[in-house]
């Protein structure tokens, strides 16, 4: 159900995206929001839909528990701080702040301009090439389209995988940040209304508009 709408349920950005959702996404506001939400309605016991439309009734309960666990850790991280204890900011909060835009650069590019309800992974999913370093902090998910054709294959055989099925497969689109530059790009002419076409990343043709655009679907990650 990847990029299904009313059936994934990790659609970070609005269908198709404009320069406010690509902000949105890269700031990680929406993130700390809904994720803190959800955290606090599973451990109240409150799920919602398409959390039940997705695990068994018998696993709610685990649920539940894991994430008063986990309210009792950050509640425990921020004792800590408000203690005077510095180690905590370093290796759990700054971290995070610092590295949450650099992660949603790669993630974003997973799905971005590609078409939604398809039955195809292909049509709905992107590989890009990156540097040695890019394929280490990613863990060769820059191989992305392949992860969604064989999702139990593990990431360090990702590189293998792609040498199997490279000529079954659309090329990967240009290297980490010349993708996103013309992600980046593209949303600011769709919000000026201008034409959306690509210059040279894989892109859905419905996502190429040459004025104003309609919504396909909205975020339900916020």
Not at 121 to 126: M, V
Not at 149 to 166: C, G
């Amino acid at each position: 159900h990847t990029l299904h709408v009313g059936k994934d349920g990790q659609m970070p950005f609005d269908l198709p995206m404009n320069f406010w959702d690509w902000l949105l996404e890269l700031s990680n506001v929406t993130y700390y929001w809904y994720y803190a939400k959800l955290l606090v309605m599973n451990a109240l016991g409150r799920f919602t839909p398409m959390m039940r439309q997705y695990t068994p009734e018998g696993e709610l309960p685990k649920l539940k528990w894991g994430a008063r666990a986990c309210l009792l850790v950050y509640a425990g991280i921020a004792a800590l701080i408000l203690a005077g204890y510095a180690w905590p900011l370093v290796f759990f909060v700054i971290p995070r702040l610092v590295g949450g835009p650099v992660m949603v650069l790669f993630t974003m590019l997973q799905h971005a301009e590609l078409r939604e309800n398809s039955p195809s992974i292909i049509e709905s999913t992107r590989s890009f090439r990156t540097s040695w370093f890019g394929r280490f902090l990613y863990l060769n998910m820059n191989n992305h389209l392949e992860h969604h054709l064989y999702p139990q294959v593990p990431f360090y055989a990702l590189p293998a995988l792609n040498e199997a099925v490279k000529d079954q497969i659309p090329e990967p689109d240009p290297g980490f940040w010349r993708t996103n530059l013309e992600v980046l790009s593209i949303v600011i002419r769709r919000s000026l209304g201008k034409s959306t076409k690509a210059w040279t990343i894989r892109q859905a043709p419905h996502m190429i508009t040459e004025g104003g655009y309609t919504k396909i679907a909205h975020a339900n990650m916020r």
